[in-house]
């Protein structure tokens, strides 16, 4: 009975979610009309509608004779495998995407991607024509037929309406994908869904209600390495798509020859192959993999497969992923300077391979530079490695590459010794049959990827499947396995160069103690200098001769003023000029002691949290926060990021590039965090997440030490939803006061707010001091990022919870060293800035400095 009701629970389960699969179809009546009408056209036309007595797919010669098939040509198939794709597409693509941004907009947006998307492909071959030579003439007879232009438009329509991370990923992607298969497989249908995609992400803005803009530099360093990444891939994937595909004519598609050597060929073709004497190295390849069947094409694409590989590595902004894309890059542009060098000088006497690929593929392209230019593409992507190798500085721990190119090396060691056994004991079923020493010599090619394995023709080839396993599988598994090695060296933990002082120096906080900058010394960009007895450190970075410190020395507090005095003489020693960057006024007057000048760069602000009760009207806006997050069902909770659920993961990546990309400027470092320092077990993460698992708001902490314990917290991110619930950063906030002071910690610091000054009911009754040159240039420089940065609206924010104010200092021994200082501080705030960015920074500037002279001629009435 039991088993029965299980059933019918299950039978009912299913219906349901059936149901809720057939309602969500119904409510897009446009994609479903669009499947019906390549169902049927599809049934009853045929291939390309020649059941009919007018054509319905697109050519390149189709308009304007056939002008119907601008839009015909969407509802027709090839075969029935691509009616059954153009469905699918239909069905998991357009569906939703008409759910999200309705039937109307979504009608628009896939007929003005399909029609203009066919015209702009056909325009684009006739005016290429006289221009780009073959490749236009061999697509001139490619056909278009289904539905993936108006998907790729609508597609990218929707885009518009999406939060920004996704937006930015998804235009990428698709971009992305069009342009690999326009630019390598090179096809009419592949340029008819390039232009339709870029149809799409024009229109979607306006089918929104706004203007289409020039899309903003990508902003946090976490999304940059995902650009280069994702670039880095398509061009591995690139040439692997080009050697598939069976007439690729792309105008990158010669570089299928650099780093593949696919041969998709059959039998009948190998034994035509291989009856031109000239041919004897095509067919050698060819043979060869066509034994050793999917063995054989892995080792046929082993250079794509390693820059996959780094590609992921790239992703995670790992150092040894940069060197050895690089690496091959370089050896890619290698090999393209000396196929160009055989291009342009054919008189050279040379049989070489880069020179029958010169002749074979400049007459396939019309003309040489058609070989020249596309093989310009590695050293490209050489250069923009190095002139992002900034982005790339997350090491493994240390002896993590030694053992590797140990184990690396054991292995290749193990299988050349198998090979020459298993070889020997074959011997009989190789062609010619080799001795000891021609087993021998040919264990270093066992190694090598068959793109270039082949420039030399073999001493012996397999003739059983049992040879061609032994021949070919010494590579397989090496590569294999080197690939999975490499890949879990990306997975472990980060270490920077000063990896070892940093986890001194983190011993030091947790036992000594510090200020609440204190365990901001950890992130990545400082050096330490320890003291003598190995109790205290300063951190600090050397930028062009000034020697910056991260706020204070940490340590004992009796041997502050002393490790002072010995850092400044270890800066002297060196030539560097010492700078000490947010500092308390105890430390001021120690340094002021000693004829330094200095002044106030921030303040901090400190909630302390023993009788902290938010109560009285002056915390009215506090309690107003937190009861609209009860109605709302928000909730605060405490995660660590690194063991989050990947949801919540991606949802706060989401909020900070949202975030990052309204501002429209780098990111800032220095003392400001950002997702790469969430990835601490010691951070603290509070999160505002509602009852359906959306996050709305994200906050960090960082563990404040005194004596071995956590006395406080120091809130560090501090990043909100665009659409999240109005005043989630004041519930986090108080949330977490709340929740500390219930822990039992002292204080949490609402952290400083540079190049703001405390508000005036908070500066005391005493006399304000005149204010020095240095303080004018900080109060205009304030004044002046305000409407970039927002420090002063941070700082009024804050004061809604009633804090105490600590006033932070910068002193430095010489006032000549200013301009220098200033540099130096911007560069440690902005490491990354890059020229386009710069100016957006210095037009907002310039715009904010024009305002503020306009509000000071405008006569007061």
Not at 53 to 76: G, N, Q
Not at 440 to 451: K, T
Not at 697 to 704: G, I, K, N, Q, Y
Request: one cysteine or more.
């Amino acid at each position: 009975m039991r088993t029965h009701w299980d059933s019918a629970e299950t039978v009912t389960r299913k219906r349901g979610r059936a149901g809720r699969i057939l309602a969500s179809i119904a409510q897009a009546p446009v994609s479903v009309s669009c499947i019906l009408l390549v169902a049927v056209l599809g049934s009853v036309a045929g291939d390309f509608g020649a059941g009919t007595r007018v054509p319905l797919a697109a050519t390149a010669r189709s308009f304007p004779e056939h002008w119907w098939v601008l839009l015909s040509s969407a509802f027709v198939a090839r075969n029935p495998t691509s009616l059954l794709i153009g469905i699918a597409l239909l069905l998991c693509v357009g569906v939703p995407v008409e759910r999200r941004i309705g039937s109307r907009r979504f009608a628009v947006a896939a007929v003005a991607g399909q029609i203009v998307g066919v015209a702009a492909a056909i325009g684009f071959v006739t005016v290429s024509a006289g221009l780009m030579g073959d490749w236009v003439g061999q697509i001139t007879g490619n056909v278009f037929a289904g539905p993936t232009g108006l998907v790729c438009a609508a597609l990218m329509a929707s885009t518009a309406s999406m939060t920004t991370l996704w937006r930015r990923r998804i235009r990428l992607g698709l971009l992305a994908l069009v342009m690999l298969l326009a630019l390598y497989n090179g096809g009419f249908a592949d340029l008819v869904r390039l232009f339709a995609a870029a149809v799409g992400a024009l229109i979607g803005p306006l089918l929104s209600g706004r203007r289409p803009r020039t899309p903003h530099p990508v902003g946090s360093r976490h999304e940059r390495r995902v650009l280069i990444a994702l670039l880095v891939a398509a061009t591995a994937v690139g040439p692997v798509v080009a050697g598939l595909a069976p007439h690729a004519v792309g105008p990158l598609s010669v570089l299928r020859y650099l780093l593949t050597n696919i041969q998709p060929v059959d039998p009948d073709t190998l034994q035509t192959l291989c009856a031109y004497p000239a041919l004897a190295r095509d067919c050698a390849a060819a043979g060869l993999q066509l034994r050793a069947g999917a063995g054989g094409t892995f080792m046929a694409v082993l250079p794509s497969f390693l820059l996959l590989l780094f590609a992921d590595g790239l992703r995670r902004g790992r150092r040894a992923a940069w060197a050895g894309t690089l690496f091959i890059q370089g050896a890619l542009s290698a090999i393209a300077v000396a196929t160009i060098i055989a291009v342009l000088q054919p008189s050279a006497a040379d049989t070489s391979a880069a020179e029958g690929l010169a002749a074979g593929e400049a007459g396939a392209h019309g003309h040489p530079l058609a070989l020249v230019l596309p093989l310009l593409l590695p050293l490209l992507l050489a250069v923009l490695l190095v002139s992002r190798r900034k982005l790339f500085t997350v090491r493994a721990p240390q002896g993590t590459y030694r053992r590797l190119a140990v184990l690396l090396a054991g292995l290749a060691a193990v299988l050349a010794l198998a090979y020459f056994g298993a070889a020997l004991a074959l011997a009989q079923e190789f062609n010619p049959r080799p001795g000891p020493g021609e087993i021998l010599a040919d264990i270093p090619d066992r190694f090598l990827p068959l793109a270039y394995m082949f420039d030399l023709t073999p001493a012996f080839v397999p003739l059983s499947p049992g040879a061609v396993a032994v021949y070919e599988g010494v590579g397989i598994v090496f590569w294999a396995v080197a690939g999975a090695a490499l890949l879990r060296t990306f997975l472990q933990p980060a270490h920077n160069r000063y990896s070892l002082d940093e986890d001194r120096a983190r011993a030091i906080i947790k036992a000594e103690g510090g200020s609440t900058l204190s365990w901001m010394t950890t992130w990545p960009g400082n050096r330490y200098w320890f003291t003598s007895n190995g109790q205290g450190f300063v951190a600090y970075r050397v930028i062009g001769g000034i020697a910056l410190t991260l706020g204070p020395p940490v340590g004992p507090r009796r041997d502050q003023e002393k490790t002072f005095d010995d850092f400044t003489a270890h800066c002297t020693t060196n030539g560097w000029s010492p700078c000490f960057y947010s500092v308390p006024g105890d430390l001021m007057n120690h340094a002021s002691a000693r004829g330094w000048a200095g002044v106030q760069v921030a303040q901090e602000t400190i909630l302390d949290l023993e009788h902290l009760t938010f109560k009285g009207k002056k915390f009215q806006d506090i309690r107003t926060a937190m009861n609209n997050a009860a109605k709302a069902g928000v909730r605060a909770e405490w995660i660590a990021y690194a063991t989050a659920p990947r949801p919540v993961q991606a949802q706060i990546q989401e909020i900070s590039e949202e975030w990052v990309e309204d501002k429209n400027i780098p990111e800032m470092g220095f003392t400001l965090g950002s997702l790469d320092e969430l990835d601490d077990p010691e951070v603290r993460c509070l999160v505002a997440i509602d009852k359906d698992k959306k996050v709305h708001a994200v906050t960090s902490w960082l563990p404040v030490y005194s004596g071995g314990t956590i006395i406080g917290w120091t809130l560090d991110v501090i990043r909100r939803r665009s659409t999240a619930l109005r005043a989630s950063a004041e519930f986090l906030i108080a949330s977490a006061a709340l929740t500390l002071r219930d822990e039992g910690f002292r204080f949490i610091s609402l952290s400083g707010a540079p190049l703001a000054p405390p508000p005036r009911e908070d500066r005391g009754s005493g006399p304000t001091p005149p204010p020095n040159p240095m303080d004018r240039l900080l109060e205009g420089l304030g004044s002046s990022l305000e409407p970039v940065y927002g420090f002063r609206s941070l700082l009024g924010f804050k004061s809604k919870f009633q804090p105490r104010y600590v006033p932070l200092y910068m002193v430095y021994p010489d006032p000549a060293a200013l301009p220098a200082i200033g540099r130096a501080v911007t560069r440690a705030y902005l490491p990354e800035i890059g020229f386009d960015q710069g100016l957006s920074l210095a037009g907002t500037l310039l715009q904010s400095m024009l305002s503020r002279l306009r509000r000071r001629q405008t006569p007061r009435r």
